[in-house]
């Protein structure tokens, strides 16, 4: 089985930075694109980064020139870099994986979620 664990979540205030990292584990083969959505009360689950196999990055306009996302692909793990946070980053942020896994005598390609980290920002 595959899965995808976040942590790095927590509270902070306007203007401080969270590092949050996904790591995935269990019987893969290989690991696609990578991402971080979020999703607050009331709204809808939005993509924040995503990162290709080759380390190109992709960004939300509301977080340009803010976050950074990374992977190390030696670990399995994508990490999220969030500087000059904002109350309005406020939300519940999950780890997304594009993945070719083993599943008993087959391979699978799906996409897995994580089961989500709070990240709160006081102002």
């Known amino acids: 089985q595959v899965q995808l664990v976040e942590s790095g979540g927590g509270l902070v205030q306007a203007g401080g930075s969270l590092r949050l990292s996904c790591a995935a584990s269990?019987?893969?083969?290989?690991?696609?694109?990578m991402a971080w959505y979020r999703q607050s009360p009331g709204k809808q689950r939005e993509l924040v980064a995503a990162?290709?196999?080759?380390?190109?990055?992709n960004y939300a306009d509301s977080v340009k020139g803010r976050f950074t996302i990374s992977r190390d692909n030696a670990k399995n793990t994508v990490y999220l870099q969030m500087d000059s946070l904002l109350p309005e980053d406020t939300a519940v942020y999950y780890c997304?994986?594009?993945?070719?896994?083993?599943?008993?005598?087959?391979?699978?390609?799906?996409?897995?979620w994580g089961p989500g980290t709070q990240v709160s920002v006081s102002s």
């Open positions: 997304n994986a594009d993945i070719l896994g083993r599943a008993s005598d087959y391979v699978l390609r799906k996409a897995y």
């Open positions: 269990g019987s893969i083969l290989s690991i696609n694109a």
């Open positions: 990162i290709t196999s080759g380390g190109s990055p």
